[in-house]
């Protein structure tokens, strides 16, 4: 991580800790820990961290190790552990720090036995920007999150439902209940009540989504769309205000 990279400063102090801990977990020897802190030094300044920063990180790192060497066994077992809740939000810099600082203010007061946390994510990065350009689209992406009708080949009766799962293979686990007669399935319901046929190879997309519950909603609204005429059941209760 570079000292000018748009992420929060204490992640980049954190850092610097991190890896003074695992020099002194890892070195058997004092001299090889001298020789991998001396490495960090000149590691940390080649990507522009400045020397107060990096001796402010060491000496922490430094710190912490010697609080876990020590166990405090009875301060621990007469603690009132309080529980912590993490949030995660983008990091915009600044803006971020002091958002986070007012929201854990205003928690303070209204829930004093909770302890709250933000974590920082970036909202950007070089991997977002280029890699999905660079791997071309995904043909797979209209194939699956989906919602789906199959038609029967004896009526204008239809089943419609969704998968996260790719539409041949959803097509296939139809079919296999079909040959298992399972219970559970409208379509075997449908089959053995009529002794129709369901047409699998023209199965059609309704609809496109990723999010699971954005995707059942769909599905109950294209389920409503048939007026009656889709074989299973809907999953949502849709009113409809005029």
Sequence with gaps: MLWDSCQNRRYKLGLIRTLVIRIYRICSTETATKKEINTLRSTLSDNGYPL??????????????????????NNTSNEKRKKVIFFTIQYYGQESIIFAARVKKICQKLLPHLVIQFCFRKHMSLKSIFLPKLKGK???????????SIPCMDCDKVYIGETSRMKDTRMDEHKAKVKLLSSDSK?????????????????????????WRK?????????YRTLGRSINDTKHTIRIVG
């Design 215 to 223: 995707r059942v909603i769909k599905e109950s609204i294209m389920t």
């Design 52 to 73: 107060h920063i990096i001796r402010r990180g060491i000496k922490e790192g430094e710190i912490l190790i010697k609080r876990m060497s020590h166990t405090e066994k």
């Design 138 to 148: 995904d043909e797979n992406k209209k194939n699956k999150n989906l919602v789906y």
């Design 187 to 211: 379509i075997v319901e449908h089959i053995l009540e009529h002794n129709h046929k369901f047409d699998f190879s023209n199965a059609s997309t309704l609809a496109l989504e990723t999010d």
